[in-house]
């Protein structure tokens, strides 16, 4: 059985990567988080794009696109990994 990654899914991936990349250029590692009854790890090297926003607060990087140079996507119920249909290209389409 192929498990269909959902767009709440990826929505939040893009949150919690945004979230591990902040004003980096580059970012290596993984992101390693509970959704629904699922364990799900994201395991990649990017390069990040980031423009800046200029607010009444002050200066912000804001992340346009993150360009995969290795990605795995893991996801898990239980002890059993289930396989996935992931795209990190789908995943761009939401910056």
Known sequence: MIYSVSVTLYEELKSRLMDAVGDRPYFS???CFAYE???CRLVVSCFVR???LEAPEGRFLQVTDCV???WEFHTEEGAVELLNDFSFNTLRELF
């Open 37 to 39: 009854q699922m364990s």
């Open 68 to 70: 995969p140079v290795w």
């Open 29 to 31: 590692g993984s992101i």
């Open 50 to 52: 980031h423009k800046v």
